[in-house]
T-cell receptor, first 117, second 110 residues
């Protein structure tokens, strides 16, 4: 059984550019959630995808968008990058049955560290 | 005011000590309470999960939830250097969104 895989592990971008981060779900999981973790802070919920549709969104602007593919993998896209977007971006997968238990079944990836300069 | 408050530490203890980590929250709708451990350069790993109020024990770890006081705790007995990590409390009212505390950095010295 494989865990959650995120790529790339590190990325440096210039302000105003666009970035795409990728996530492969754990085997058997059909729901993907994305979180942003700024340095010294806890993760903040960006959005969740289930059956290729957005299933809840946190307090993030529309320039943060996502996709989920039929194999349950997912992408996070951020347009018009700002310096404050520098953070660790975490992907978490779960099964739809567990999601209803307060996200009990989340498995997190190791994240992508994005630096915007 | 944040929905979940957690002292960021750092907390430094000798090996074998009992560690107490705490969070307070303001949203009475929270029903699910979790503690995650996060090592440097890694994603969070679920340690303890509790539904509603009460205590739960798993090996050296005990989680307590007091909904009347909106206060949750994690106790680590016989702490080991391998317990050195950041501990995140997290909570949820149901479905898709976890609200995390800022995390407490713990260092256990041999």
């Amino acid at each position: 059984e494989t865990g959650v895989t995120q790529s790339p592990t590190h990325l440096i971008k210039t302000r105003g550019q666009q970035v795409t981060l990728r996530c492969s779900s754990q085997s058997g999981h059909n729901t993907v959630s994305w979180y942003q973790q700024a340095l010294g802070q806890g993760p903040q919920f960006i959005f969740q995808y289930y059956r290729e549709e957005e299933n809840g969104r946190g307090n993030f602007p529309p320039r943060f968008s996502g996709l989920q593919f039929p194999n349950y993998s997912s992408e996070l896209n951020v347009n018009a990058l700002e310096l404050d977007d520098s953070a660790l971006y975490l992907c978490a997968s779960s099964s739809s049955l567990q999601t209803g238990q307060g996200a009990r079944g989340y498995t997190f990836g190791s994240g992508t560290r994005l630096t915007v300069v | 005011q944040k929905e979940v408050e957690q002292d960021p530490g750092p907390l430094s203890v000798p090996e074998g000590a009992i560690v107490s980590l705490n969070c307070t929250y303001s949203n009475s709708a929270f029903q699910y309470f979790m503690w995650y451990r996060q090592y440097s350069r890694k994603g969070p790993e679920l340690l303890m999960y509790t539904y509603s109020s009460g205590n739960k024990e798993d090996g050296r770890f005990t989680a307590q939830v007091d909904k009347s006081s909106k206060y949750i705790s994690l106790f680590i007995r016989d702490s080991q250097p391998s317990d050195s990590a950041t501990y995140l409390c997290a909570m949820s009212g149901g479905y898709n969104k976890l609200i995390f505390g800022a995390g407490t950095r713990l260092a256990v010295h041999p």
